[in-house]
């Protein structure tokens, strides 16, 4: 069974520092993991996509990577911004094409 | 495009009646999927489909029907509501394989 792990929860950091966050899957069939950002009452917006043959995806500050033999993969946070407080999901495609959800890492950045 | 359009976004029922939360996209998407998501529980998969006619339960289907008639639509039924039912709901689809996932706006359920 495929569990995904985020940790930690909940994070603060103060604005402007760089920060990574945590994502860990059990089973390495997957095709593709993707990052997501929830805001409050809201819905879920993709943040990158990575596929299982690759080990990196950048989008302006934000860069993901993926270890998938580790089952590991990282979602750095340059420059933080208070309008990046949010709560940050990654999810596992599997190759049956369910995909499976961490909890979320709670992010708030102190002005 | 209109992207995954859920309706209604907000709805009350009441312990025992049933309903359909509606959802469509318009991005010829195989693999379409129904969501709750709750506090402290993260988003869990009810059901979903690989394409029109094929549809498989998720984590947590029970008290949930679900059809696939077309590729387009893709509708949650609630059979007889629970207060255990009260959640926020997202449909989502992709194209299947090695493609990302489109999220709905969400359809928020309280059942009193």
């Known amino acids: 069974k495929q569990e995904v792990t985020q940790i930690p929860a909940a994070l603060s950091v103060p604005e402007g520092e760089n920060l990574v966050l945590n994502c860990s899957f059990t089973d390495s069939a997957i095709y593709n993991l993707q990052w997501f950002r929830q805001d409050p009452g809201k819905g879920l917006t993709s943040l990158l996509l990575?596929?299982?043959?690759?080990r990196e995806q950048t989008s302006g500050r934000l860069n993901a990577s993926l270890d998938k033999s580790s089952g590991r993969s990282t979602l750095y946070i340059a420059a933080s911004q208070p309008g990046d407080s949010a709560t940050y999901l990654c999810a596992v495609r599997r190759e049956d094409d369910k995909i499976i959800f961490g909890k979320g890492t709670r992010l708030h950045i102190l002005p | 495009n209109a992207g995954v359009t859920q309706t209604p976004k907000f709805q009350v029922l009441k312990t025992g009646q049933s309903m359909t939360l509606q959802c469509a996209q318009d991005m010829n998407h195989e693999y379409m999927s129904w969501y709750r998501q709750d506090p402290g529980m993260g988003l869990r998969l009810i059901h979903y489909?690989?394409?029109?006619?094929?549809?498989d339960q998720g984590e947590v289907p029970n008290g949930y029907n679900v059809s696939r008639s077309t590729t387009e639509d893709f509708p949650l039924r609630l059979l007889s509501a629970a207060p255990s039912q009260t959640s926020v709901y997202f449909c989502a689809s992709s194209k299947t394989g090695w493609n990302g996932y489109t999220f709905g706006s969400g359809t928020r359920l309280t059942v009193v």
């Open positions: 489909s690989v394409g029109a006619g094929i549809t």
């Open positions: 990575i596929q299982s043959s690759q």
